[in-house]
C-alpha cells in the first residue's frame, strides 16, 4: 500500500514538471475541471503518503520496544481508512465552497476561498503536515535510546541494523517533510495577519520557488525513496 501510495505521489506531479519546462503555460491545467480534480487528488495522496510512514515508524518503535507486542493489524488498517475518509470529506466540503485557479508563478493549481473557512482549512492543514512529524521524530528517539541499550550478539547486530534503516527512514522524512510544514505555517499566518503575498512571501525566492520546493520536489523526493527503505 504504501509503494502505491508513493508511486501516485510522484507521477501527479509529472503535469506540474512539464508545465515549469514549457515557461509555465498551464497546459492540461487549463481546464479547472481537472485543475480542481488533480489537486484534490494531490493533497489526498500526500496526507495519506505522510500517515502510512507515521504508522510504519511507529508499529516499528513498537516492536523494538515491547517484542512480545503483537501489533493490531485491523487496527492499522481502520486508521487508514479513517484517515482517508476524513480528509476526503474535509477537502470535499472546501473544494465546493472554494474557486480553483492556476498560479502562474508556482505552476500548480490550487483552490482558494475567501472567508474564514480558508484559514481554518490552512490551519488544519498545517497540522496535519506537523503531527506525523513529530510522532516519527518521537518514534525515532525512542527506538534509537531502546536499541543503544540493548547487548547481545546476534541480537545486536540485528538491532544495529534495524536502528541504521529507522535512521535513514526517519531523517529523510523529517527532512523532506520539513520545509513543507514551515511554508504551510507562513502560509497559514500569512492568511491570518493579512493578504497574500505578506511579509512571509515578499521576497522572490519565497514567492516563486518556496511552494514548488515544499509541493513539488519534497514531497516527490520522500515519496521515490521510501520505497526503498521499506
Known amino acids: 500500500m504504501a509503494c502505491t501510495i508513493d508511486i501516485g505521489s510522484s507521477v501527479i506531479h509529472l503535469p506540474v514538471s512539464f508545465n515549469l519546462l514549457n ?10 475541471v481537472f485543475c480542481s480534480m488533480w ?18 515508524s511507529l ?15 485491523r487496527a492499522v488498517l481502520f486508521s487508514l481508512l479513517l484517515y482517508f475518509i476524513y480528509h476526503c470529506t474535509r477537502n470535499a466540503v472546501y473544494f465546493y465552497h472554494a474557486e480553483t485557479y492556476y498560479i502562474t ?22 497540522v496535519c503536515l506537523g503531527v ?39 531523517a529523510i522524512f523529517l527532512i ?22 505578506g511579509h512571509f512571501y515578499e521576497s522572490k525566492f519565497m514567492f516563486f520557488y518556496s511552494w514548488v520546493l515544499s509541493e513539488l520536489y519534497c514531497t516527490v523526493l520522500n515519496a521515490s525513496l521510501n520505497p526503498v527503505l521499506c
Open 23 to 32: 515557461k509555465r503555460s498551464p497546459g492540461i491545467f487549463n481546464s479547472l
Open 59 to 73: 508499529s516499528r518503535t513498537i516492536v523494538i520496544l515491547f517484542p512480545f507486542y503483537k501489533v493490531n493489524k
Open 105 to 126: 508563478a508556482t505552476a500548480l493549481c490550487e483552490v482558494y476561498e475567501k472567508s474564514v473557512l480558508r484559514t481554518i482549512y490552512q490551519a488544519n492543514y498545517a
Open 39 to 56: 489537486y484534490f487528488v494531490l493533497l489526498l495522496l500526500q496526507q495519506m503518503s505522510m500517515f502510512v510512514v507515521m504508522l510504519l
Open 176 to 197: 523532506c517533510n520539513c520545509f513543507t510544514f514551515i511554508n504551510q505555517t507562513f502560509y497559514t499566518l500569512t492568511m491570518v495577519q493579512s493578504q497574500y503575498p
Open 132 to 170: 506525523p512529524s513529530i510522532i516519527v521524530l518521537t518514534s525515532f528517539l525512542a527506538s534509537i535510546s531502546k536499541l543503544l541499550r540493548n547487548n547481545g550478539g546476534a541480537s545486536l547486530r540485528r538491532n544495529r541494523r534495524a536502528s541504521i534503516t529507522i535512521t535513514y527512514f526517519s
